[in-house]
């Protein structure tokens, strides 16, 4: 796998606030999408994940979309709290069996009180 | 979901030295990766740790550079060999179960002076 880009975009919102974190994916053949948190000083901790069978997913607080024709995944937050403050990444396997995860660039969230 | 350990957390290493890093998951698991996070990036694949058997590497990653060990289900090591300050990095090791989920670390923060 390999990383996509070296630059991290950030993102602030105000808690209460719903947050969205994009990603564009770039293998088209790839049919697992998965969503991480990072906390600074802590490894990645999955969130959510969806299958290309899917265009919606949801879990508790956050929501992934999934948009095959442009390769496009975003992650909803709804009522962001202080605790969502942390980077996240979107990955995915390069083909469809393999679990080698190739991940985005990043999207750093910062919630403002 | 898998609780996974790694060892050291963190160390300060001089140019030239080399560290093995150790990873133990809670239990069996049917894959083992390494990952590396330079500062302030996103994760690269390093290799696929597999039982037995010598790693599957990464384009741009060797095992001269990084020897890695799996010697059963549950247990693995990446060295970092003859060190220069590029390797400063986060390193991450992660592991999938037989639910597909793929689980990390909490990472070893090596700097090379």
């Known amino acids: 796998g390999e990383s996509v880009g070296l630059h991290l975009p950030t993102l602030s919102v105000q808690e209460g606030d719903n947050s969205i974190i994009n990603c564009a994916y770039s293998?088209?053949?790839?049919?697992?999408f998965i969503w991480y948190k990072q906390e600074s000083g802590k490894g990645p901790q999955f969130i959510i994940d969806?299958?290309?069978?899917?265009d919606k997913r949801q879990g508790q607080r956050v929501t992934v979309l999934l948009n095959k024709t442009v390769k496009h995944l975003s992650l909803q937050i709804a009522a962001t709290q202080p605790g969502d403050s942390a980077v996240y990444f979107c990955?995915?396997?390069?083909?469809?069996?393999?679990?080698?995860?190739?991940f985005g660039s990043g999207t750093q969230l910062t919630v403002l009180p | 979901s898998a609780v996974i350990s790694q060892k050291p957390s963190r160390d300060i290493c001089q140019r030239g030295t080399s560290l093995t890093i150790q990873c133990q998951v809670d239990?069996?698991?049917?894959?083992m990766f390494w990952y590396r996070q330079q500062p302030g990036q996103s994760l690269t694949l390093i290799a696929t740790?597999?039982?037995?058997?010598?790693?599957?590497?990464e384009s741009g990653f060797v095992i001269d550079k990084f020897p890695i060990s799996r010697p059963n289900l549950t247990f693995s090591t990446l060295t970092v060999s003859n060190m220069s300050p590029e390797d400063s990095s986060i390193y991450l090791c992660?592991?999938?179960?037989?639910?597909?989920?793929?689980?990390f670390g909490p990472g070893t923060r090596l700097t090379v002076l």
């Open positions: 990955a995915w396997p390069p083909s469809g069996s393999a679990r080698q995860l190739t």
């Open positions: 293998n088209s053949a790839s049919d697992y």
């Open positions: 969806i299958r290309s069978n899917m």
């Open positions: 239990s069996q698991v049917t894959m």
């Open positions: 740790a597999n039982q037995g058997s010598e790693a599957t590497y």
């Open positions: 992660s592991v999938v179960g037989y639910t597909d989920t793929q689980y």
